[in-house]
């Protein structure tokens, strides 16, 4: 089916531990981003990428890299996880940012970091 | 202030009643997201909203652009509509991102 697959759905992590969160879409959509989403808050933006070799912080973007070389792929990178991190992270992807046809998101990787 | 604010944060119901939830915006956007996020799940993308009003099976959305206001309706709720609703703004301007709204949890009981 056509969609965003996330993978892993769980992860736990050491402080320090590095690792990599993949996001995949087939629907040729150019904007990617991922979020965290913490109790109480609402989902807060890492990084996006409006298309293959361009990206771009958001509002939180300490700690995490990424890279977009396909159109198809943006993992998010963990350099050295802290607990802070802990989180559930989101994947979204859209025809452009301010596409009609809305978001579509996928399934969630809940990270824990001890 | 959160750019964003949703009321209630917390809302039960019985099956069958209609339910409003409220979105208030301080930002000038060029759309506004409804968003259902099931327990344990992912998140659905349930309606873009620049204007008027949007209808889908039992749920409906409405925007006021001019008060910065959104509700989503649900007609005859039923215990699979108990979810997380979250509401997300696209704030006007060429770099803009979405800005979410800490969601309302639904409950709707028998």
């Known amino acids: 089916n056509a969609g965003v697959t996330q993978t892993p759905k769980f992860q736990v992590l050491k402080t320090g531990q590095s690792m990599t969160l993949q996001c995949a879409q087939d629907?040729?959509?150019?904007?990617m981003s991922w979020y965290r989403q913490d109790p109480g808050m609402g989902l807060r933006l890492i990084h996006y990428?409006?298309?293959?070799?361009?990206?771009d912080q958001g509002e939180v973007p300490n700690g995490y890299n990424v890279s977009r070389s396909t159109t198809e792929d943006f993992p998010l990178r963990l350099l050295s996880a802290a607990p802070s991190q802990t989180s559930v992270y989101f994947c979204?992807?859209?025809?452009?940012?301010?596409?009609?046809?809305?978001?579509?998101f996928g399934s969630g990787t809940r990270l824990t970091v001890v | 202030k959160n750019e964003v604010e949703q009321s209630p944060q917390n809302l039960t119901a019985q099956e069958g009643e209609f339910i409003t939830i409220n979105c208030s915006y301080s930002v000038g956007i060029s759309a506004l997201h409804w968003l259902q996020q099931h327990p344990g799940g992912g998140i659905v993308s349930l309606f873009m909203l620049s204007s008027g009003k949007k209808k889908h099976g039992r749920l409906i959305a409405t925007i006021n652009i001019q008060e910065k206001h959104s509700s989503l309706h649900i007609t005859a709720s039923h215990p699979r509509d108990s979810a997380v609703y979250i509401c997300?703004?696209?704030?006007?301007?060429?770099?803009?991102?979405?800005?979410f709204g800490t969601g309302t949890r639904l409950q709707v009981t028998l």
């Open positions: 629907m040729n959509h150019e904007y």
């Open positions: 979204a992807s859209s025809y452009t940012r301010k596409s009609n046809y809305g978001y579509t």
């Open positions: 997300a703004v696209l704030p006007t301007g060429t770099a803009s991102k979405l800005t």
């Open positions: 990428s409006v298309g293959a070799g361009i990206t």
